[in-house]
C-alpha cells in the first residue's frame, strides 16, 4: 500500500466566514446547507466517507472544506476537533487536515489545534494582488497569506495554497504575478480553479448587471496551463485544477456563467502538452510527418480532446501527419520527437 491518503471530505459550508466573497456559493458548491455544520452532523458524514473505502489503506485523513475553519467559534471547533480525534484514536482515521483563511492564522489559533494531528492546512489566498481581492471583496490582503504562511511552515505543517483565475479585476499579467508570488512562498501543494458566476452569489449579480464578465473557457485553459508551467519549473504541485460539483449535480442550473468543464484540469494538461510539441517540432528540421513520444500515462492529453492537438499541429506547422507513440522511460510530463 501507499500513495496519497484517503481523503474523508466534511463541508461546513460559510462556517466561521464573517464576509461573504463575491464569487463564494458554497452551498451551491459543497450541495451542503449553511445550517447544517454541527459537530454530530460531521460525525455521520465522517462515517459514511469512512463506510465507502472499499480496501484497506494505509493512511486515512478527515478534510474540513468550505469553512474558514480556525474561526470558527472556540468552543465548536473543539467540538469538532473532538469528533476527529475519536476516529484518530480508534485507528479509522490518521489525521486532519482544512482549509481556512490566511487571516484566521495566528498562534493563538493555530494553539488550538494542539493535541490533533493536522497534516495540511490550505489557505484560501485567491490573489495577491490587493486590487483584485478588494473587488471580489474577500477582506485580507496579500500580505495575510505571506505571514499565515510562514506561521503554518513554522508549525511543521504541509502548506496548501488556493488560487483562482479570471477574478473580478484580474488580468492575465496579474494572475501570473500572483502564480509567481504563491510560487515564492513555496507551498506544498496548490489548488487553482477558474472563477465560476454561481448561483446565490454576488458575482451573479454583477454578471447581471454588466460589471463582470467571466473568462471563456479557452482564456482560462491559456491562463492556467500558464500556472502549471511556473509551478512545475518550481517544483510545486497542483493538487487540482478546476472546481469539482457536487455528485449528481446540475452543472447548467448551479453554474450560470463562466468557464466550466467537468474535465477542466486535463484540458489544462492537453493544451500544456501541445505546447511542448509545438516547441520540440519548432526545434527540429522541418518533415512533413512527424513522430511524437510521451509516457503512457499522457497518451490522450497529448492527442488533445477528439484529437484537438493533432490537428492543430498538422494545421500551423504544415505536417501531413503526426504520431503518437508511448515510452514509459520518459517523464509523465516530457515530449520527445522521435527520429
Known amino acids: 500500500m501507499g500513495g496519497a491518503p484517503y481523503i474523508v471530505p466534511v463541508f461546513l459550508p460559510h462556517a466561521g466566514c464573517k464576509n461573504r466573497c463575491s464569487y463564494c456559493s458554497q452551498e451551491t458548491a459543497t450541495g451542503f446547507s449553511p445550517e447544517d455544520v454541527s459537530p454530530e452532523s460531521a460525525r455521520r458524514r465522517i462515517e459514511e466517507g469512512l463506510a465507502l473505502s472499499r480496501r484497506p489503506r494505509e493512511r486515512t485523513e478527515i478534510a474540513y472544506y468550505g469553512a474558514n475553519f480556525l474561526s470558527l467559534p472556540p468552543e465548536m471547533l473543539a467540538a469538532h476537533l473532538a469528533v476527529a480525534q475519536e476516529f484518530i484514536s480508534s485507528g479509522r482515521a490518521h489525521a486532519v487536515r482544512f482549509s481556512t483563511r490566511p487571516d484566521s492564522i495566528c498562534e493563538s489559533s493555530l494553539a488550538q489545534l494542539s493535541g490533533c494531528p493536522v497534516s495540511v492546512i490550505e489557505l ?192 500551423e506547422l504544415g505536417l501531413s501527419a503526426v504520431t503518437v507513440s508511448a515510452d514509459p522511460s520518459l517523464d509523465e510530463f516530457s515530449v520527445r520527437l522521435v527520429p
Open 124 to 315: 484560501g489566498a485567491q490573489s495577491m494582488d490587493d486590487a483584485v481581492l478588494a473587488a471580489c471583496r474577500r477582506g485580507h490582503a496579500a500580505e495575510d497569506t505571506i505571514r499565515a504562511a510562514g506561521l503554518v511552515k513554522k508549525a511543521g505543517i504541509a502548506l496548501g495554497l488556493h488560487l483562482m483565475a479570471g477574478l473580478p479585476g484580474e488580468s492575465h499579467g496579474s494572475f501570473l504575478s500572483s502564480v509567481r508570488a504563491v510560487a515564492a512562498l513555496l507551498p506544498d501543494l496548490v489548488r487553482i480553479h477558474p472563477c465560476l458566476v454561481l448561483a446565490k452569489s454576488a458575482l451573479a449579480h454583477e454578471l447581471a448587471s454588466g460589471t463582470y464578465t467571466p473568462l471563456s473557457l479557452s482564456e482560462a485553459v491559456v491562463w492556467v496551463a500558464d500556472a502549471f508551467s511556473l509551478f512545475r519549473e518550481a517544483g510545486i504541485p497542483l493538487a487540482r485544477m478546476g472546481l469539482l460539483l457536487p455528485p449528481g449535480a446540475d452543472p447548467a442550473r448551479l453554474v450560470l456563467a463562466g468557464p466550466y468543464h467537468p474535465a477542466f484540469g486535463e484540458l489544462v494538461l492537453s493544451e500544456v502538452f501541445l505546447r511542448k510539441a509545438r516547441a520540440a517540432l519548432n526545434a527540429a528540421p522541418p518533415e512533413s510527418r512527424a513522430r511524437l513520444a510521451v509516457h503512457p500515462r499522457s497518451l490522450s492529453r497529448m492527442l488533445g480532446h477528439r484529437r484537438q492537438n493533432i490537428r492543430t499541429l498538422c494545421r
